[in-house]
């Protein structure tokens, strides 16, 4: 009896994750994503302001310069996250993010020889949302 309990206790805890929490972006039109796992914080550039302590001590990957050329001015926010080598990284953009539940079913790993063209080198998965106008739009996931 006393095994049963534990078994059933076991039983009711056990949640099949079907999607994952990703906070969504954009930066020059293209959509990017990072696990909500991996998301310390995110800074909004109202709360910053022009005191950049926040952020010392911290990579910062500018999306927005690698695409474009052109470096953010004035950013919305600042996402701070854990990146592949462990490390707090920074990426300054322009819009707000959000939090989006993608199906994992909608999440393909991207290929080697795609990850190796790669400028930037940090994409690992794509995934396929759906938005409330049932529009479809790629995301590019961060790596691991």
């Given at each position: ?41 995110i800074i ?88 409330d106008e ?11």
């Amino acid at each position: 009896m006393f095994a049963n309990t534990l078994s059933n206790k076991w039983v009711e805890t056990i949640t099949l994750v079907t999607t994952l929490d990703l906070i969504v972006f954009e930066v020059d039109r293209i959509g990017f994503g990072i696990p909500m796992t991996k998301i310390d914080r995110i800074i909004s550039s109202v709360f910053l302001g022009e005191d950049y302590s926040l952020t010392q001590n911290v990579d910062i990957l500018d999306l927005h310069y690698h695409l474009t050329g052109e470096s953010i001015v004035s950013p919305t926010s600042i996402v701070l996250w854990i990146d592949a080598h462990q490390q707090l990284a920074a990426i300054p953009i322009e819009t707000v993010p959000v939090m989006v539940s993608v199906p994992l079913d909608r999440i393909r790993t991207l290929p080697s020889d795609f990850r190796q063209q790669d400028q930037l080198g940090i994409a690992s998965h794509i995934a396929i949302i759906t938005d409330d106008e049932n529009t479809e739009s790629t995301i590019f996931i961060l790596a691991d």
